[in-house]
């Protein structure tokens, strides 16, 4: 329960962090004709520069918790490597307005929290957002050009008359101010072989029982575990869409769907769970019911049980949010029993060894978590068994032919996860001409989904790898297009959790 209470602290902090704008001029008689709301959107969206082209999301309004009763809500926004949005909020009544402001921080919060992990060039753009409350409409603008936001959205276009708007505007302010540093320690989780847990898997003790908590992770000796939380909500959101895909497509492809656990709900310490409520959050069972809210269309790849009966092995990163080449495997043998295929073996493929890596969650711990820093974690990058082609492509169109585990050893350390499928492209094709039967699958995926593509590519004609947050294409009809027999969603199980990075899902879902 402690933790929580620190966690909702840093929150409320972060929402009342806000710096308030001088709206009107000193002595100008106060304008109250109605704001042209169509005229202000078009100007926002044409007078204002993004680093990509907006367009109006679908669904919009599931992209946000906890919005007031009634509200509508309409975002525009880019490509999903760039954070530039505009996001327009019509209440019925003043006195929502504090809330959707509410809900409007938090969908920037989750938006922050994802591109800390793979562009963070859009975090000043992010923390530099320019919220707008003129009582029954409130605005927010993600851009770089903060300055004519912020003027045009003082000085709006009204029905009648041209003063200043007696509105507020304010910035959101950063929010990487770690919410606690305790001791380092380097004592490390440790194992106990051949001892099993209550629930019967290998059982992890750390010897080091002080659990260090920073703004996006714990640290508990040179460990560091991504938070978690479960959003009921936004689990709904992305069955739904997932299983709109598996019904469009039945008799097609099938659609399965692999959700992937994380590291605080396999490997965390069996006897420090009850001081980190994340911990506790069982996480086999809420993929359980994600996949039970999901159509029978979809085939539901649960690797929690495999992965927890191999929990005392190198599953998650020490120093990163993401999974190993390891862990990975298991879910790959999971996905290919509910397929009914053999997977190839890790002693059949090569593997490719990168030491010293630093990643995300060691550079969101202050100044870099001296434990991890001193125990850097080893890549170990498996090859498809086959000689599979790849060629990716990036955002602005340019294509590369490129190999499937790439030589990142002269890369920094916090590089060495590029080594799998070229890091998070919008796109990208495997051509396996050891599989001779035509067979095509598609796989939709955030970072998570990097590791699974050598060992997926060995078991198909043609693979396409899609990143949702990047690609801006039309998913079912894609899929027609290509001839899909197959495909896969493999999203690990915090992105279940997040409707901003689900509505970015949504926009290649039709």
Same mark, same amino acid.
């Given at each position: 329960?402690?933790?929580?209470?620190?966690?909702?602290?840093?929150?409320?902090?972060?929402?009342?962090?806000?710096?308030p704008?001088?709206?009107?001029g000193?002595?100008?008689?106060?304008?109250?004709?109605?704001?042209?709301?169509?005229a202000?959107?078009?100007?926002?969206?044409?007078?204002?520069?993004?680093?990509?082209?907006l367009?109006?999301?679908?669904n919009a309004?599931?992209?946000?918790q906890?919005?007031?009763?009634?509200a509508?809500?309409?975002?525009?926004?880019?490509?999903?490597?760039?954070?530039?949005?505009?996001?327009?909020v019509?209440?019925?009544k003043?006195?929502?307005?504090?809330?959707?402001?509410?809900?409007?921080?938090?969908h920037?919060?989750q938006?922050?929290?994802?591109?800390?992990?793979?562009?963070?060039?859009?975090?000043?753009?992010?923390?530099?957002?320019?919220?707008?409350?003129?009582?029954?409409?409130?605005?927010?603008?993600?851009?770089?050009?903060?300055?004519?936001a912020?003027?045009?959205?003082?000085?709006p276009?009204?029905?009648?008359?041209?003063?200043?708007?007696?509105?507020?505007?304010?910035t959101?302010?950063?929010?990487?101010?770690?919410?606690t540093?305790?001791?380092?320690?380097?004592?490390?989780?440790t194992?106990?072989?051949?001892?099993?847990?209550s629930?019967?898997?290998?059982?992890?003790?750390?010897?080091?029982?002080?659990?260090?908590?920073?703004?996006a /992770?714990?640290?508990? =000796?040179?460990?560091? $575990?991504? #938070?978690?939380?479960?959003?009921?909500g936004?689990? %709904?959101? &992305?069955?739904?869409?997932?299983?709109h895909?598996?019904?469009?497509?039945?008799?097609?492809a099938?659609?399965?769907?692999?959700?992937?656990?994380?590291?605080?709900?396999?490997?965390?310490?069996?006897?420090?769970?009850?001081?980190v409520?994340?911990?506790?959050?069982?996480?086999?069972?809420?993929?359980?019911?994600?996949?039970?809210?999901?159509?029978?269309?979809v085939?539901?790849?649960n690797?929690?049980?495999?992965?927890?009966?191999h929990?005392?092995?190198?599953l998650?990163f020490?120093?990163?949010w993401?999974?190993?080449?390891?862990?990975?495997?298991?879910?790959?043998?999971?996905? /290919?029993?509910?397929k =009914?295929?053999?997977? $190839?073996t #890790?002693?059949?493929?090569q593997?490719?060894?990168? %030491?010293? &890596?630093?990643?995300?969650?060691?550079?969101?711990?202050?100044?870099?978590?001296?434990?991890?820093?001193?125990?850097?974690?080893?890549?170990?990058a498996?090859?498809?068994?086959?000689?599979?082609d790849m060629?990716y492509t990036?955002?602005?169109?340019?294509?590369y032919?490129?190999?499937?585990?790439?030589?990142v050893?002269?890369?920094?350390?916090t590089?060495?996860?590029?080594?799998?499928?070229?890091?998070?492209?919008?796109?990208?094709?495997?051509t396996?001409?050891?599989?001779?039967?035509?067979s095509?699958?598609?796989?939709?995926?955030?970072?998570f989904?990097?590791?699974?593509?050598s060992y997926?590519?060995?078991?198909?004609?043609t693979?396409?790898?899609?990143?949702?947050?990047h690609?801006n294409?039309?998913?079912?009809?894609?899929?027609?297009?290509?001839?899909?027999?197959?495909?896969?969603?493999?999203n690990?199980?915090?992105?279940v959790?997040?409707?901003?990075?689900?509505?970015?899902?949504?926009?290649?879902?039709?």
């Amino acid at each position: 329960m402690k933790k929580n209470i620190v966690k909702v602290i840093a929150f409320v902090l972060m929402l009342c962090m806000v710096l308030p704008m001088a709206a009107c001029g000193g002595g100008e008689k106060e304008n109250t004709a109605p704001i042209n709301e169509s005229a202000l959107i078009d100007a926002l969206l044409n007078q204002v520069e993004y680093d990509s082209v907006l367009v109006e999301a679908e669904n919009a309004g599931r992209m946000f918790q906890d919005m007031p009763e009634g509200a509508t809500v309409t975002v525009y926004s880019g490509t999903g490597y760039c954070a530039d949005e505009v996001v327009v909020v019509k209440l019925l009544k003043e006195s929502d307005s504090e809330l959707a402001i509410k809900s409007i921080k938090y969908h920037i919060q989750q938006m922050r929290d994802q591109f800390a992990s793979y562009n963070t060039a859009e975090l000043p753009k992010i923390d530099g957002a320019v919220i707008w409350d003129s009582g029954l409409l409130v605005i927010a603008c993600v851009t770089n050009d903060h300055a004519a936001a912020k003027e045009l959205l003082k000085n709006p276009p009204r029905l009648t008359g041209d003063a200043p708007d007696d509105t507020t505007v304010t910035t959101l302010p950063g929010t990487t101010v770690p919410m606690t540093t305790l001791p380092v320690t380097t004592v490390p989780p440790t194992t106990a072989p051949g001892n099993l847990n209550s629930d019967g898997y290998p059982a992890i003790i750390s010897d080091d029982t002080n659990v260090r908590t920073f703004s996006a /992770c714990y640290v508990v =000796g040179n460990m560091a $575990y991504e #938070m978690y939380s479960y959003n009921s909500g936004a689990a %709904e959101y &992305y069955a739904e869409l997932v299983s709109h895909v598996a019904d469009q497509l039945a008799g097609e492809a099938t659609v399965y769907s692999l959700i992937i656990p994380t590291a605080i709900g396999v490997v965390f310490p069996d006897n420090l769970k009850d001081q980190v409520y994340d911990a506790q959050i069982p996480q086999g069972q809420k993929i359980d019911e994600v996949y039970a809210m999901m159509s029978d269309n979809v085939v539901g790849v649960n690797c929690f049980d495999r992965l927890m009966q191999h929990r005392d092995e190198y599953l998650y990163f020490r120093t990163d949010w993401h999974w190993t080449g390891t862990g990975a495997y298991y879910a790959y043998e999971q996905f /290919c029993a509910d397929k =009914g295929i053999t997977p $190839y073996t #890790m002693e059949q493929r090569q593997c490719s060894v990168f %030491e010293g &890596y630093l990643g995300g969650l060691y550079t969101q711990t202050t100044g870099g978590d001296s434990a991890l820093r001193q125990t850097p974690d080893t890549v170990y990058a498996y090859h498809c068994y086959n000689d599979v082609d790849m060629v990716y492509t990036t955002s602005g169109g340019s294509s590369y032919s490129w190999p499937v585990i790439m030589d990142v050893s002269g890369y920094d350390a916090t590089g060495k996860y590029l080594c799998f499928a070229a890091g998070d492209q919008p796109y990208a094709k495997f051509t396996n001409p050891a599989v001779t039967d035509g067979s095509v699958a598609i796989v939709v995926k955030e970072s998570f989904g990097n590791v699974l593509m050598s060992y997926v590519a060995d078991h198909y004609s043609t693979v396409y790898e899609i990143d949702y947050r990047h690609w801006n294409g039309d998913l079912v009809s894609f899929a027609r297009e290509v001839g899909a027999t197959d495909i896969l969603f493999a999203n690990n199980i915090g992105m279940v959790r997040s409707s901003y990075l689900i509505g970015m899902m949504d926009k290649i879902i039709n």
